[in-house]
Nanobody, 123 residues
Framework: QVQLVESGGGLVQAGGSLRLSCANSEGPFGGRAMGWFRQAPGKEREFVAAIRFIGGRTYYADSVKGRFTISRDNVKNTLYLQMNNLRPADTAVYSC????????????????WGQGTQVTVSS
């Protein structure tokens, strides 16, 4: 079972940093690839980043490459998203998500999302 809980959101000025965390309240992630998505008001949910369970290969949306870093601690069963040089356009609710498989990182591979944490970037 996967019950994801995010934390670490908040209000930050443009250029600032935040680190988001995601844990599975039901236990380990179960060998799944994991990802982060975001949804801004009035917009559809969009992919931000993903990481495979085996090998740890990472994938990013073009809009966040070079600024965001996804990582996971399989011992602590925690997923992270380090966000640097934040921009007002990054304002959104950020949710972590679990993939059906260890390798699946296409948006359609993700089947379970947390409630999300609000990130607001002021100009």
């Amino acid at each position: 079972q996967v019950q994801l809980v995010e934390s670490g959101g908040g209000l930050v000025q443009a250029g600032g940093s935040l680190r988001l965390s995601c844990a599975n309240s039901e236990g380990p992630f179960g060998g799944r690839a994991m990802g982060w998505f975001r949804q801004a008001p009035g917009k559809e949910r969009e992919f931000v980043a993903a990481i495979r369970f085996i090998g740890g290969r990472t994938y990013y949306a073009d809009s966040v490459k070079g600024r965001f870093t996804i990582s996971r601690d399989n011992v602590k069963n925690t997923l992270y998203l380090q966000m640097n040089n934040l921009r007002p356009a990054d304002t959104a609710v950020y949710s972590c998500a679990a993939s059906r498989t260890p390798f699946g990182v296409d948006p359609g591979d993700f089947y379970s999302w947390g409630q999300g944490t609000q990130v607001t970037v002021s100009s």
